[in-house]
Every structure is written in C-alpha cells, then in structure tokens.
C-alpha cells in the first residue's frame, strides 16, 4: 500500500526556518497536484499550499509570502520552506497529494501520517 511520508518537522525558535519534505513510500505512476495542510489542536484542518505537476504554487493568505512550496518531479517529492515562523504557524502539518499507481488506474487522493512543527521560545 502506498503512504505519504513527511520529515522535517520539529521545534523552532519564533523567526526561526524550517523545510518539510514529503513522498510516496513506493514507486508510482504519477503524481497530480501535490498540496500541504495543517492542523492546530481545537481548529479545522487549514490547506496551507498548494502546487500543480506544472509547479504553479497556491498559498493560503496567513502563509503566503513566509512559505514556499515546490516539487522535484524526478523524485515525486513536495517540499515547504517555513520562513519567519510565528507561533502560530504551530500544528501538525500534513502532506496530501492525487496519486497514480498504475498507467490503467486514475488518481487517488493520498495523506501522510503528519508531522508535528512547533514554534516556541
């Protein structure tokens, strides 16, 4: 069975940088768009950014401007540069991503375990 497996979460200082980084655990077909979601304890799942197969990003507009989202197609792998972190960027961040295991299979929706980024002094 395919996952989605992150890395690069921890704690930060406020101000402080960090780079997640996520792909699929087995070799796929194809990967469609690939995006970053978030979620705090109390609040509803946020999408954080989104990127497309053609690399055009999105950003939710409490990130846009501090993240940066991209992809290596070769590798099937999304990354999210975390700059200027605030406190309340805090939440466990969550990888999400339309996969295509097979040439005769459509795209699926996939979700990584999550990982944990928090941003404390």
């Known amino acids: 069975q395919v996952r989605l497996v992150e890395s690069g979460g921890g704690l930060v200082q406020p101000g402080g940088s960090l780079r997640l980084s996520c792909a699929p655990s087995k070799t796929v077909f194809s990967v469609n768009d690939m995006r970053w979601y978030r979620q705090a304890p109390g609040k509803e799942r946020e999408l954080v950014a989104t990127?497309?197969?053609?690399?055009?990003?999105n950003y939710g507009d409490s990130v846009r401007g501090r993240f940066t989202i991209s992809r290596d197609n070769a590798k099937n792998t999304v990354y999210l540069q975390m700059n200027s972190l605030k406190p309340e960027d805090s939440a466990v961040y969550y990888c999400?991503?339309?996969?295509?295991?097979?040439?005769?299979?459509?795209?699926?929706?996939?979700w990584g375990q999550g990982t944990l980024v928090t941003v404390s002094s």
């Open positions: 990127i497309t197969f053609g690399q055009t990003p």
């Open positions: 999400n991503a339309d996969i295509s295991r097979a040439p005769s299979v459509g795209y699926v929706e996939f």
